[in-house]
T-cell receptor, first 112, second 113 residues
Framework: GENVEQHPSTLSVQEGDSAVIKCTYS??????FPWYKQELGKRPQLIID?????GEKKDQRIAVTLNKTAKHFSLHITETQPEDSAVYFC???????????FGQGTTLQVKP | GAGVSQTPSNKVTEKGKYVELRCDPI?????LYWYRQSLGQGPEFLIY????????DSGLPNDRFFAVRPEGSVSTLKIQRTERGDSAVYLC???????????FGEGSWLTVV
């Protein structure tokens, strides 16, 4: 069945360093890849997404890259800040279904 | 409303009881989704609606779970004969159309004791 693997499960960085989270997906028909940030007890919030017609997208300190051949996509956060600390989830879907398949999540800790 | 609204925010129920969880999507959003999130896990797809009809209910774990959206706006997730394993956060989400950005509500925390 459809599956998304996410690594690492936990990530600790010093403030100002970069953080990278990686995901692989199994469904080759997937063409939409969002990333959500979830703080404890709060809703998942979309931070960036990418569609399969592009290989990279950037929004200020956050970027996402996509390698469709390898079925692999990554989240890059530069100049990390303590408020970036949260759980991050990747997801994949076919845009004509709306059904997101989520990874297991990465707990990011940014130390001041 | 400004965002996806879910009620109740917290529900404690006894094993075997019936539970209803309500979701009010963002105004004008035609697609509505239900997910379940257990502690330390990513959200798990349950069902989604396009308008009033369930377009994909393949994630519902068994026939104790049912969801409706009779007028194409508010949706109710119904769980019969609750079990302790049903304890989780039930997240509702909506989008302006299938394939568009999906926005989540704060969730309904269900605890079955």
């Amino acid at each position: 069945g459809e599956n998304v693997e996410q690594h690492p499960s936990t990530l600790s960085v010093q403030e100002g360093d970069s953080a990278v989270i990686k995901c692989t997906y199994s469904d080759s028909a997937s063409n939409y890849f969002p990333w959500y940030k979830q703080e404890l007890g709060k809703r998942p919030q979309l931070i960036i997404d990418i569609r399969s017609n592009v290989g990279e997208k950037k929004d200020q300190r956050i970027a996402v890259t996509l390698n469709k051949t390898a079925k692999h996509f990554s989240l890059h956060i530069t100049e990390t800040q303590p408020e970036d600390s949260a759980v991050y989830f990747c997801a994949a879907s076919r845009s004509n279904t709306g059904k997101l398949i989520f990874g297991q999540g990465t707990t990011l800790q940014v130390k001041p | 409303g400004a965002g996806v609204s879910q009620t109740p925010s917290n529900k404690v129920t006894e094993k075997g009881k019936y539970v209803e969880l309500r979701c009010d999507p963002i105004s004008g959003h035609t697609a509505l989704y239900w997910y379940r999130q257990s502690l330390g896990q990513g959200p798990e797809f349950l069902i989604y609606f396009q308008g009033t009809g369930a377009a994909d209910d393949s994630g519902l774990p068994n026939d104790r779970f049912f969801a409706v959206r009779p007028e194409g706006s508010v949706s109710t997730l119904k769980i019969q004969r609750t079990e302790r394993g049903d304890s989780a956060v039930y997240l509702c989400a909506s989008s302006s159309g299938v394939g568009n950005t999906i926005y989540f509500g704060e969730g309904s925390w269900l605890t079955v004791v």
